[in-house]
C-alpha cells in the first residue's frame, strides 16, 4: 500500500516535468499550428544551460534557482531566434514542411550541444534545500520530487491566468480559434507568434532546467521527450492546456503503475493508451475537431501528367548507368547502391498516401521494419529460404497495413499522423521488449541471401529489379484509376463522395498497398544488412522517408525517387566526411525548405516550365 | 410516377428547427425552383435530400424507392446528380478528367491499377463537355478556371451518371447575369430532353420565373406555398415574408 502511494507520487513527479514541455508545445501549435519537433531540443538545451549556470555560478540558493531561470529564460531567447530566422518565413507553408523544418533545428541542435558540452553524460548538483526526503507512511519520499510536483500545479495555474486575465492571454485564445479572424482584426500576428514561441521554448527550457537534479544531461534528451510531449499533446488535443495536463497526469502514472503492473509492456503501454485515445476520440481528449484547413481545400494542386520527354530520357540514362556500371564497383559502393534502391521504393511508397492520399504519416517505418522483420523472422523461426523471406514480407506486412490503416485513415491531418506514430511506436516497442523472439535490442542477426544472391553484384540487382518494378507499378497506379480516385477525395471529399467514391475504402486500400511496398523494401533491407534492429521501424527511420518525400517534393511523382537519392547519397557522403554530419545535413534541409518550398522536383519542374514559357 | 417524392421532412439544430414538415413532389423533366429568404432552410432541405443530412422525421422516395438516410455516394447511384452551392471539382485534375471521375465511378472502374485513365475512352466525356459548351476548354487544369466555367463543369459531372434527378444548389450564384440565363436555359434543355427532373435554389428571381415550370417557398422551414410561377408571384403570403412589403 505504502509503495503504491509513492508510486502515485512519483507518478505525479514526472506528470509535472511532462507538463511542463507538453504545455510548451500545445499553445506554440494552438497558435502558430505548427507541429514543432525542436521542442525536445529546447527542453535539452534548457537543461545543457542550466547544467553551465548552475556549475559556473556561485553555489547556494541564488546560483541555483538563478541559473535554472536564467537557463529558462535563454532557451526562451532561443526558440525567438528560431521563429525568426526559420518558421516565420514558412507559415504559409504545407504542415508538414514546417515540420520538416523544425527536425533540421532539432539535427542542428544536437551537433551543437555535442560541439559544446561534449559526448559525456553530465550531472548536475542537487537543488539547495531540497537535497533530503520526507517522511511519508514511513517511507522516505525525495523533497525534490515533492518540489515538482507542486510545480507542475502552479504553473498551470500561471498560465490559466496569463491566458484569462491578460489582453496578450485572450489573443492568444483568440488566435487558437480563428488565426485569419484574429489578424483580420488587427492583430499584429509577427509579434504574437514570437512572443508565444518564446512562452513555449521557455516552458520547455524550465522543464529541462528542472530535470538537473533529477537525472544526467544528455543528447538523447531530446527525442527521448519530444515523442512523450506529443503523446501528451496528442492525448489532451492539440491546443489545449487543461488537456496537456490531464494527459500528462495520465500518462505520468501510466509510467509508475505499468513497470509494477506491466513491466513486460511499459514501452507499448504509452501508445497502446494514445491509440485508444484517438480511435475512440479522434480529436484527444479535450480537443475540438479543428475548423476547415487554413488554405488546403482549394489550392491547386498541380495536374499530374506523364513524364516529358526529356525527363524520360534523364531516367533511362540514370537506369542504364545504374544498371551498366556497378560491375565495376567495389563492395562498398554496391551496399551503398542497393540501399539507395531499397530507400527509392521506401519513399514512393510513403508518397503514395502523401501525396495523392494527401494523408501525413510520422510512421512509415512501421511497415517497413515489419517487412524486415518479417524476412528475418521466416529465416530464423522457420529457416526459410530468401525468396520466401521476401515474399511473406511483403504479405505479412499488407495484414498489418490494413489493420493499422483501418484506424488511422480515419482521421485528418495531425492527428491520423500521430495515430501512424503511434502504432509505430507500438511495433518498435514489440521488437525491442519482446526478446524471446525478436532478440530484442540485439536484433536478430545472420539474415544472409541465398547461396545464389551471395554476392553484393548479384544482390544489388536483385535488389535493382524489385525495388524498379514495383516504383514503376507505384507510378502506374497513380495514372490508372484508383489513383486518380484517391486524387479526388483528397482534392475535394464533397464532391468525391457525391460521385460515389468511397473515401475511406480508397485512403484504406492505398494505405494498405504503400505498406506492402514498404514491406518490399523492409525485407531486402533485412538480407542486404544480413540483420535487423529495432530501430528499422524506430522514429529517426520514419523521419528518414518523409525527409526523402518533402525533399524530392510532394506534389511530383519523380520527387521521392529524386528525394531518396538526394537524401541517401547526401547522408552516406557527410557520414563519412565529418563527424557533423547532423548539423550539416540539418542546416541543408533548413535551406532547402526555405528556398526550395516545393522539393527539388517541385523547383526544377518550376524552372523548366517558366523556361518553356519565355520561349 | 413521380421522379422524387419527399414527405413530411424535418430537422432541427439544437433548437433551432430548420425544415419543419416539407412535402413536395418532382416530376420527370420538371424545373422545380426552392426559393426562400436566407435562413429559410434551403440548404438543410437539399442536404437531407442527397444524404448529407440525415432528416430527423420524413421520407425521401426516388422514383418509389425509399431513400431516406442513404450516404450520399449512395444516392448518386441511384441517380440523383448533384451540383453545390460553392463550385467542387478536383483541382488537381483537367477538366476532361473530372468528368471521367464520375463517367469511370459509374461504370465502377474507379478501383483500376493498371490501364492510365489517359489511355481510356473519353469520348463520352468529350460529348458531355461539349453539349455544355466546354469542349475547349477539356484540357485545362480545373485549379485555374474561372467560376462560371467551373459551374459547367460541375453540372457536366453532375450530368455523368445518367441521374433521374438534378439537384442544384445556387446553381448562378457568383456568375454575372448573362451567364447565368445561359446556363439555366441549357440546364432546362437538357432536363426536357432526357425527362430528368431538376430541383434548384436560386437568389435570382429573374432566373427562378424565367425558367421554373413550378416554385416552391421556404419561409422559416415550413413551405408556405407552391404552384406555377404566376400564382406563387400573386399570392400574398409569399408577397408578404418573401418579396417584402415594397413589392
Known amino acids: 500500500m505504502e509503495n503504491l502511494v509513492l508510486q502515485a507520487l512519483s507518478g505525479l513527479a514526472s506528470a509535472s516535468s511532462l507538463f511542463l514541455v507538453a504545455s510548451g508545445l500545445t499553445v506554440i501549435f494552438g497558435v502558430t499550428r505548427i507541429v514543432n519537433f525542436a521542442h525536445g531540443s529546447f527542453y535539452m538545451l534548457g537543461a545543457y544551460l542550466a547544467w553551465t549556470f548552475v556549475t559556473t555560478l556561485p553555489r547556494g540558493h541564488l ?69 533530503g526526503g520526507t517522511e511519508i507512511l514511513g517511507l522516505r519520499f525525495p523533497d525534490y520530487e515533492l518540489f515538482l510536483i507542486a510545480v507542475g500545479p502552479v504553473v498551470l495555474g500561471l498560465l490559466l491566468l496569463l491566458f484569462h486575465r491578460t489582453r496578450w492571454g485572450t489573443l492568444v485564445r483568440a488566435a487558437t480559434q480563428d488565426r485569419e479572424m484574429v489578424g483580420a482584426l488587427g492583430v499584429n500576428q509577427r509579434w504574437l507568434f514570437t512572443s508565444v514561441f518564446f512562452l513555449g521554448a521557455c516552458l520547455a527550457g524550465l522543464g529541462g532546467a528542472l530535470q538537473l537534479p533529477r537525472e544526467s544531461v544528455n543528447l538523447h534528451m531530446d527525442l527521448a521527450i519530444i515523442t512523450e510531449a506529443f503523446v501528451v499533446v496528442v492525448v489532451g488535443g492539440l491546443g489545449s492546456l487543461a488537456g496537456a495536463a490531464l494527459a500528462a497526469l495520465l500518462i505520468g502514472e501510466l509510467h509508475a503503475f505499468g513497470i509494477l503492473v506491466l513491466p513486460k509492456i511499459t514501452l507499448v503501454l504509452v501508445f497502446l493508451v494514445m491509440a485508444l485515445v484517438l ?27 506523364p513524364a516529358p520527354p526529356a525527363l524520360r530520357w534523364l531516367g533511362f540514362v540514370a537506369l542504364a548507368a545504374a544498371v551498366a556500371l556497378p560491375p565495376f564497383f567495389g563492395d562498398y559502393a554496391l551496399s551503398v547502391l542497393t540501399e539507395i534502391a531499397i530507400f527509392v521504393l521506401f519513399a ?103 547461396a545464389w544472391a551471395s554476392s553484393k553484384l548479384v544482390f544489388y540487382y536483385l535488389t535493382l529489379a524489385l525495388c524498379l518494378a514495383a516504383t514503376l507499378l507505384l507510378r502506374r497506379i497513380v495514372h490508372a484509376p484508383f489513383g486518380y480516385a484517391l486524387r479526388a477525395q483528397r482534392d475535394s471529399a464533397l464532391r468525391s463522395e457525391a460521385i460515389g467514391i468511397d473515401a475511406f475504402r480508397t485512403r484504406w486500400l492505398a494505405f494498405a498497398l504503400a505498406a506492402v511496398m514498404a514491406g518490399i523494401a523492409g525485407g531486402l533491407f533485412a538480407y542486404a544488412k544480413g540483420s535487423v534492429f529495432p530501430t528499422f521501424m524506430g522514429i ?19 520527387g521521392p525517387i529524386i528525394g531518396a537519392l538526394a537524401y541517401t547519397g547526401l547522408q552516406e557522403q557527410l557520414v563519412r566526411l565529418t563527424d557533423y554530419w547532423r548539423l550539416v545535413l540539418g542546416l541543408s534541409i533548413i535551406a532547402l525548405v526555405l528556398f526550395f518550398p516545393q522539393g527539388l522536383a517541385g523547383a526544377a519542374r518550376s524552372a523548366w516550365e517558366a523556361r518553356r514559357g519565355d520561349a | 410516377m413521380a421522379t422524387l417524392e419527399v414527405e413530411g421532412l424535418a430537422k432541427s439544430f439544437g433548437g433551432v428547427q430548420a425544415v419543419r414538415g416539407v412535402s413536395f413532389a418532382v416530376a420527370p423533366g420538371e424545373m422545380l425552383a426552392l ?47 448533384r451540383t453545390f452551392q460553392i463550385t467542387a471539382t478536383f483541382g488537381s485534375m483537367t477538366v476532361l478528367e473530372n468528368v471521367q471521375m464520375a463517367l469511370l465511378s459509374h461504370q465502377r472502374r474507379l478501383g483500376g491499377l493498371w490501364t492510365p485513365v489517359r489511355a ?33 463543369v460541375e453540372l457536366a459531372i453532375a450530368l455523368a451518371n445518367d441521374p433521374a434527378l438534378l439537384l442544384m444548389d445556387e446553381p448562378t450564384a457568383g456568375m454575372a447575369p448573362q451567364e447565368r440565363v445561359a446556363l439555366m436555359a441549357l440546364t432546362a434543355g437538357i432536363a426536357r430532353e432526357r425527362g430528368i427532373a431538376v430541383l434548384f435554389t436560386e437568389h435570382d428571381m429573374d432566373v427562378v420565373f424565367a425558367h421554373a415550370d413550378r416554385i416552391l417557398v421556404l419561409d422559416r422551414g415550413a413551405l408556405i406555398a407552391q404552384g406555377a410561377p404566376a400564382a406563387v408571384r400573386a399570392d400574398p403570403r409569399v408577397r408578404e415574408v418573401y418579396l417584402g412589403a415594397g413589392h
Open chain 1, 63 to 131: 546560483g541555483f534557482w538563478g541559473g535554472v531561470l536564467a537557463a529558462a529564460l535563454l532557451t526562451g531567447m532561443i526558440g525567438v531566434l528560431v521563429e525568426v530566422l526559420i518558421l516565420r518565413r514558412i507559415y504559409r507553408a504545407p504542415e508538414l514542411f514546417q515540420l520538416l523544418a523544425t527536425f533540421g533545428v532539432v539535427l542542428v541542435v544536437q551537433d551543437l550541444a555535442l560541439l559544446t558540452w561534449g559526448a559525456q553524460d553530465l550531472l548536475g548538483p542537487r537543488a539547495p534545500g531540497l537535497r
Open chain 1, 540 to 558: 529517426p527511420r520514419s523521419v528518414d522517408a518523409l525527409i526523402m518525400v518533402l525533399l524530392g517534393g510532394v506534389q511530383t511523382l519523380s
Open chain 2, 120 to 152: 481510356m475512352d473519353c469520348a463520352p466525356a468529350e460529348a458531355l463537355l461539349a453539349r455544355l459548351g466546354m469542349a475547349e476548354q477539356a484540357e485545362r487544369p480545373c485549379g485555374i478556371l474561372a467560376y462560371g466555367d467551373l459551374k459547367r
Open chain 2, 35 to 81: 426559393i426562400g429568404p436566407n435562413g429559410a432552410g434551403k440548404s438543410t432541405c437539399f442536404n437531407m435530400l442527397n444524404g448529407q443530412l440525415r432528416p430527423d422525421a420524413g421520407r425521401v422516395w426516388l422514383r418509389g424507392q425509399d431513400i431516406t438516410g442513404l450516404a450520399p455516394r449512395r444516392v448518386w447511384r441511384l441517380g440523383v446528380g
Open chain 1, 279 to 305: 480511435v475512440v476520440r479522434p480529436h484527444g481528449l479535450l480537443g475540438r475537431a479543428p475548423g476547415p484547413p487554413v488554405g488546403g481545400a482549394n489550392t491547386a494542386e498541380p495536374v499530374i501528367r
Open chain 1, 348 to 450: 514512393a511508397s510513403l508518397h503514395l498516401i502523401m501525396g495523392p492520399g494527401g494523408m501525413a504519416s510520422f510512421g512509415h517505418a512501421a511497415y517497413f521494419g515489419l517487412g524486415a522483420y518479417g524476412a528475418a523472422l521466416a529465416a530464423k523461426w522457420l529457416a526459410a529460404p530468401m525468396e520466401v523471406g521476401l515474399l511473406l514480407a511483403p504479405f505479412a506486412v499488407g495484414v498489418f497495413g490494413l489493420l493499422f490503416g483501418w484506424f488511422c485513415v480515419r482521421l485528418s491531418g495531425v492527428y491520423a499522423a500521430m495515430l501512424t506514430l503511434a502504432f509505430a511506436q507500438i511495433a518498435w516497442s514489440i521488437a525491442f521488449q519482446w526478446v524471446e523472439v525478436t532478440g530484442g535490442d540485439n536484433g536478430i542477426l545472420g539474415v544472409w541471401p541465398d
